[in-house]
Each structure stands twice: as C-alpha cells, then as structure tokens.
C-alpha cells in the first residue's frame, strides 16, 4: 500500500465536464431533493451534504427512497432497518414486493427492450408486449413445476429470451442464475451444479466475432452432472435442436392469455444468485434479495444515472457478468434497455458505436478496455455516427486511465458525462460512481454514491483522504448479499468481507478518496484475475492448468490490479522434468480458452522451478503480486510465513 500511496499525491485535478445547470434543474436527482424539502423538510446546500446525510441518516434515506419512488409493497414493512449491524441487517422486515412488478409496472406500447445481434439480427418489444411473453413463458414454467425458491439457471446470451425468462422466473419468486455461453463446461457447471436448479434454459448455440459456435456439448454435460434438473428448455438461436427438451417456442406458445401475477415475496427473498470469482474454492453463490435490489438499483439508474422513459440505456454486458442485471434493471425506472449479443469488435470496433447511432442510445455503457481499445486504434466515433442522443458514456469493469477519459472528452463529445463507475458483483451495483450534478474531473470517479458509506481506510483501519487504502463501506446497504448460498452459518460470508475489519464491510479493492469527494480506484487488492470485467478466481485457472500431464504446480497473476491499469496475466509453471514449454504452450491456451473463456488465456507463461507457498501450503498469489507492482519483497511477505521463501527470486527479476 505504502508505494502506490507514493504515485498519487493528492492536488487539483483536471476538469473535463460540468453540469449543465438546466440539466441539473431537470434531473430525477433534483426532483429527489425537492421532494426531501417538500415532504420531508430535508434541504441541502450541495450533493455531498445530501450523501453525508444518505450515510449518516440510513434509514430515514433508504425509507425515502422507497416512498420517492412508491415502490408497490404488496404488505408494508413495519420499520426500515431492523438494526444497523453488518452482517446481518434485517432491511424492511414485514414488507412484501416483487421485482418483475416494480420492472413491468408499464403496460404500454412504449419500447421496453430493443436487441441486437452482431450480424444484424434484431427485434423490438414493447412494455405491453414483454409482459405478454413473461406471462406466457411463467405459465411455461409453472408447468414444469417451477415455483416459489426454486432455481431456474440460463445459458443465454444477452437476449431478450434471457430477460423474458428471469422476468418469468422472478414473477413466481423462482431464483434466476445465468452464465454466458462462452463460459467453459467446467465453469458453468461449478456455479450451477452448487444451487441444485430444477430447470435449465439454455441456447442451441451463439455467434461471436462472425462465427457460430455449438453449444450443445455443455448443454448435455451439465444435463449430466445436475442431478437435480427435471426439465431443459431450448431456445433455438442458432437452429440446432437436442432431444428431450422443451422448445422456448412453446413455451411461448403453450399458454395463450396466460395472467401475468407477481408472487408476493419478503423483501430479503432470493432474487438472483451471482458468483465470486472463487479464489480459495469453488466461486460462492452471491443470493441478493427482491428488495434490496429493487431499492438500489432505482436510485442508481434514476438517481445517478438520470435514466426514465424516453431514455435508452445500453451496456455492453454478457449475461455471465452482473453488469447484465444492472442493465435490465433499466426496467424498474421505464427505460428502453439495449441488449446486444456478439463481439463489440465485429466486423470492426465501431460496432458499438454504430449501435448507439442506429438505437439513439442515451446511456452508453462499456468497459474501460473496449474504451482502451478505441483509444489505441485511433477512433473517433463523433465524426463518424449522429450521436445527438447520447448524454452519458459509462465505464466499468477496470479502472479508467486518465487517457481513457480524455479519449471519450475528444472523440466520442465534451458535452458528455463521463461516467466512470466501480462497485461489484457483491452488491450488484457501483458505489462509487457519477452524478448528474457532479463535475467529471480527469481520471477520478466523480462521486460515492448515496446510501454508500463508501471510505478508504489505513492498515490501521483508520479513514484517510488524499491516500490509498483499503475500500470499506461501514453502514449496511440494502444490496448487500442475503446470504451466500450454502453457508447456513454466515461463516463465508463473514470471511469474504467482515474478518479484516469487525462490522465494516471490507470490498477488496483499492481506493483514494479525495477532497473533492471524487474518487480513483487503483485495482483489486487481493489476487482476482480480472479480464475484461470478468471476474475470476484463480482457483478455477489452476484446475485447468494443473489438470494438463505435464504441469507440476502453477501461479496466475493478473498484474492489472494494485495500481496498474496496463497489466498482463502471467502464468507461472513449473514442469514435470522432460517437458517442454513450447510443446505445451498451444494445449494450455486451447484448454484454458474452452474450460474458462477466451479472455482467460495467458499474455505469458513463464518456466519457473517453485512456486512460493506459505507454511499452510497456500500459494503466494497476493505477495508475488506486490513484487511485481514494484513493493520491495520483504513489504510483501514475511520470509518467516514462507515454507520456500528462495522460491521467490525469480519473481524479483520481474518486479519494474
Ligand atoms: C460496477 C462494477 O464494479 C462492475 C465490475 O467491475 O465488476
């Protein structure tokens, strides 16, 4: 911590946009504030006194958030917040709701969702038109047997079959899952097998970067080993079939004038389960609540982002990322959410950018790597695509450069917002994020969101500003996971975030707050690979890697994080005696690419002839880490905690 605390000395920051004062007057954010005066008599001079109060006042702020936005309780709860204690927040008790009811409150010929596939495919549904599928494809369901806790898992791109079967699956109070079809067998197999699903929806197949690829082995080998699976349901998007299934055409089919109802639910019952990456184990299914997202997510997409009816809102997202169950949450504020499915850089890079001409996107949402990658191939999308529409250009998954915003101020308009957001699959959201009343100023996020008691801390666990420390956030948020599956005690959960600092919830990355009140995120403080926004743990890597004859132990190290932006995934091995690197280089590539995805391939493999363990015998993933962002070896690790201490050296040459 102490030399990325050396880089980035606090001082006046670049600023590259202001807001609008007609805009700010006119924005949802504005008409909060009046409503806090009017209804509450709650007045405040600027965003970060409204945000000191969000974090200070939590109940009265998250109690005003569902009354703002007459969030439709089918039984109201008898307090907002049982007791301010992490973990273990009771939020709402008594309260029961749905989230397909509060996301499908329209029933309107307004657009609700508009697709687009990389070789031109497209469709358009309106709100009234999406309810008539959900209803339909919940009546499908039901017939199945799928009812209230049951689990429902998708292998789906992001289609609009994927956000008519989660819609479905919660109106029942069933529990979605889903992956991206892209995900190795392996992968998809250890997140869904864990939740034991009774139904699994599935594509035939997918098309990304101009090619078609069949999907149907993984469809059969997790029909293999899921014993728990009573039916498969086969969306035919490449026009392959399997037999044994239930059509996704008949689903929709099967029940004319099917009623769309919404099961009444507790406002902690599980919505969704998303995955960590599973860096000491299989990757821990994250359950977040109908509530709790319901709540978080209006006052990010309405709030924050400034989204209604009339916007249209895209990220470019898959459905194994949580970027996809924020997008469609665009739903809950009425929004027009863009689904794309296939490369961004098919046939050429500017095929997202084409995309938000063609759908008047006013909400552009990607990741700092596509954005990266613009830069490098020199685009300039403004003097190519009308986008007259566009007010917002989002970036997540990776920290920003300085270069990145720069880029998006020149190329893409300085009228603009640069919203550069970060938070995670834990919460299911960004909490340090933008604002449509706060300043973008280069390479820093312009605000930690409200209701997001978001602090850098010391080692010490002291709060600090101007420096880098530990991102915690010390009041519940609604958001937060219910549970993770399968740890009945909390005992994981507990470890994942609270061990470090008792009742302060610790995320795992690096943060600098400043003055300002901005924010720049410098990266995960522990040893997640992190490619593209995928999240992935390690573990999952060396089951592959250490699976291949030949390969005696391994190290991954994704040297993007702790301060880096520019970073490579280096695979360390040590061989068994007689074989050769270069033999079993083209086979670690092609089996990592099939079991994990493509982005989980090496930049390097490196021969090495130990990999450090501690005394415990767990590998030096965090240490090796520091020392190659440039900490001096003896900051990063005790010689006295390691069984191989020597088994460093090699790393040392490495470090800059
Ligand atoms: C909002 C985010 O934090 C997304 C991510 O980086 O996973």
């Known amino acids: 911590m102490t030399d990325m605390q050396a880089g980035t000395a606090a001082g006046e920051a670049e600023l590259l946009w202001r807001p609008d004062p007609d805009r700010v007057a006119g924005s949802r954010m504005a008409a909060f504030r009046t409503w806090l005066s009017a209804e509450k008599g709650l007045r405040f001079a600027d965003y970060p006194a409204l945000w000191e109060w969000s974090v200070t006042e939590v109940e009265a702020f998250w109690g005003a958030i569902a009354e703002f936005f007459e969030v439709p309780f089918h039984s109201a709860p008898t307090a907002v917040l049982s007791e301010r204690?992490?973990?273990?927040?009771?939020?709402?008790?008594?309260?029961t709701l749905n989230y397909a009811?509060?996301?499908?409150?329209?029933?309107?010929?307004?657009?609700?969702v508009v697709f687009h596939r990389e070789d031109g495919l497209s469709s358009r549904l309106t709100y009234a038109e999406l309810r008539a599928r959900v209803a339909a494809v919940r009546a499908g369901l039901a017939s199945l047997g799928v009812g209230r806790g049951d689990r429902v898992v998708a292998l789906v791109p992001n289609s609009p079959e994927a956000l008519i079967a989660f819609l479905a699956t919660a109106s029942l109070g069933a529990v979605w899952s889903s992956c991206s079809p892209d995900f190795g067998a392996r992968a998809v197999a250890d997140r869904f097998a864990q939740i034991e699903p009774t139904v699994l929806i599935a594509v035939d197949g997918y098309r990304y970067n101009g090619r078609g690829f069949d999907v149907r082995p993984t469809v059969e080998r997790l029909r293999a080993e899921i014993p728990s699976l009573r039916a498969t349901v086969l969306v035919e998007y490449l026009g392959g079939t399997l037999p044994d299934v239930v059509t996704w055409d008949s689903l929709l089919t099967g029940f004319p004038g099917a009623e769309l109802e919404f099961e009444p639910v507790p406002f902690d019952h599980p919505l969704w389960v998303l995955y960590s990456s599973g860096t000491t184990g299989l990757p821990k299914g994250i359950v977040q609540g109908h509530g709790g997202i319901v709540l978080e997510h209006l006052k990010m997409l309405a709030l924050?982002?400034?989204?209604?009816?009339?916007?249209?809102f895209f990220w470019f997202t898959t459905t194994g990322w949580m970027m996809w169950n924020y997008l469609v949450s665009g739903l809950l504020v009425g929004t027009t959410v863009v689904l794309f499915d296939g490369s961004p850089a098919h046939p050429d890079l500017s095929a997202l950018w084409r995309l938000a001409e063609q759908h008047r996107v006013t909400y552009f949402g990607t990741s700092a790597p596509y954005i990266q990658s613009c830069l490098k191939e020199g685009l300039r999308p403004a003097d190519r695509h009308d986008l007259a529409a566009l007010r917002v250009v989002g970036s997540t998954g990776a920290p920003l450069t300085p270069e990145g915003f720069r880029w998006i101020a020149d190329a893409v308009g300085r009228d603009v917002q640069i919203a550069s957001v970060s938070g995670g699959t834990d919460l299911c959201t960004a909490f340090v994020a933008a604002s449509p009343d706060r300043p973008v100023w280069l390479g820093e996020l312009s605000c930690r969101s409200l209701?997001?008691?978001?602090?850098?801390?010391?080692?010490?666990?002291?709060?600090?500003?101007?420096?880098?420390?530990?991102?915690?956030?010390?009041?519940?948020?609604?958001?937060?996971?219910?549970r993770f599956w399968g740890d009945e005690d909390g005992s994981r959960l507990r470890e994942a975030y609270f061990d470090t600092f008792p009742g302060v919830w610790r995320h795992g990355d690096w943060i600098r707050i400043t003055g300002r009140g901005s924010a720049v995120i410098y990266g995960r403080s522990d040893s997640t690979l992190n490619r593209g926004g995928v999240r992935m743990g390690t573990s999952e890597f060396y089951r592959v890697v250490e699976g291949l004859p030949g390969v005696a132990d391994s190290l991954v190290i994704d040297t993007s994080g702790a301060g880096r932006t520019d970073g490579e995934l280096l695979c360390f091995l040590v061989l068994e005696p007689g074989t050769a690197l270069a033999d079993l280089e083209p086979r670690l590539k092609a089996e990592l690419r099939a079991n994990l995805s493509p982005r989980h391939v090496p930049d390097r493999f490196v021969r090495v002839d130990e990999i450090p363990r501690t005394l415990n015998g767990k590998k030096c993933e965090v240490p090796?880490?520091?020392?190659?962002?440039?900490?001096?070896?003896?900051?990063?690790?005790?010689?006295?905690?390691?069984?191989?201490?020597?088994?460093?050296l090699p790393f040392l040459s490495l470090a800059p």
């Open 85 to 95: 204690v992490m973990p273990g927040a009771e939020w709402f008790p008594g309260a």
């Open 101 to 112: 009811e509060q996301a499908l409150r329209r029933d309107s010929d307004e657009a609700a």
């Open 624 to 648: 090796v880490k520091k020392i190659l962002a440039g900490t001096p070896p003896d900051q990063a690790v005790s010689r006295d905690a390691l069984r191989n201490p020597d088994a460093l």
């Open 304 to 312: 924050h982002s400034d989204l209604g009816p009339g916007d249209r």
């Open 451 to 482: 209701g997001a008691a978001v602090h850098a801390y010391s080692e010490a666990g002291e709060p600090v500003v101007d420096e880098v420390g530990e991102l915690v956030i010390t009041q519940p948020m609604p958001s937060m996971p219910v």
